[in-house]
């Protein structure tokens, strides 16, 4: 059973478009979620972060929006550069539970094209 | 300011023969986690340590696989006689723990059994 989907296996922008990329997860006890770009032969890098008791996170080009009542996180590019193609995971964990790992969804593929 | 490090980079493995896997956290981080990710998936969550200390390890296979982190050198994550199955990227990731959630990733080893 997952715990956390990303629906769309990739996505496909333009140079300067918006780039909006989703993840669901189904247990109400997750509370911290992050996001992960990564490219091919390299380790995932961190990106943005929320918790719970917030609704949106803003980090230069990019935001992270959180709909705790559709358990619904996406992550906002904009403007998005050719340099943004990769693999974005998203990925939640239970902060201040006994362990901080965390449970990663499958990934989208994100193409910008110039 | 190194990032985490893990060695090797790529490994080969006949079947049966044991794997080795090391991983030197961020430095001031004291907690390592290992997840693998196999072809196609996401990342998985294996293994959380602290040194000296397993704290959850509720993602490892039972058999064959087993972690440990040292109070000195790096964490290793050992595979014993491994099959065609273990082959697969596997992360390292460090985070200084306390309130911090965000885990930081090493760029991974990439075990091919044959």
């Known amino acids: 059973d997952q715990q956390v989907k990303q629906n769309s296996p990739s996505l496909s922008v333009q140079e300067g478009r918006i780039s909006i990329l989703n993840c669901d997860y189904t247990?109400?006890?997750?509370?911290?979620f992050l996001w992960y770009k990564k490219y091919p032969a390299e380790g995932p890098t961190f990106l943005i972060s929320i918790s719970s008791i917030k609704d949106k996170n803003e980090d230069g080009r990019f935001t992270v929006f959180l709909n705790k009542s559709a358990k619904h996180l996406s992550l906002h590019i904009v403007p998005s550069q050719p340099g943004d193609s990769a693999v974005y995971f998203c990925a939640v964990s239970n902060y201040g539970g006994a362990t901080n790992k965390l449970i990663f969804g499958t990934g989208t593929l994100l193409a910008v094209q110039p | 300011n190194a990032g985490v490090m893990q060695n090797p980079r790529h490994l080969v493995r006949r079947r049966g023969q044991e794997a080795r896997l090391r991983c030197s956290p961020m430095k001031g981080h004291s907690h390592v986690y290992w997840y693998r990710q196999l072809p196609e998936e996401g990342l998985k969550f294996m293994v959380y340590?602290?040194?000296?200390?397993?704290?959850?390890e509720s993602g490892m296979p039972k058999e064959r696989f087993s972690a440990e982190f040292p109070k000195e050198g790096p964490s290793i994550l050992r595979i014993q006689q491994v099959v065609r199955g273990d082959s697969a990227a596997y992360f390292c990731?460090?985070?200084?723990?306390?309130?911090?959630?965000?885990?930081?990733f090493g760029p991974g080893t990439r075990l091919t059994v044959t």
């Open positions: 247990n109400s006890m997750f509370d911290y």
């Open positions: 990731a460090s985070s200084p723990g306390g309130s911090i959630v965000e885990q930081y």
């Open positions: 340590l602290q040194k000296e200390n397993i704290i959850d």
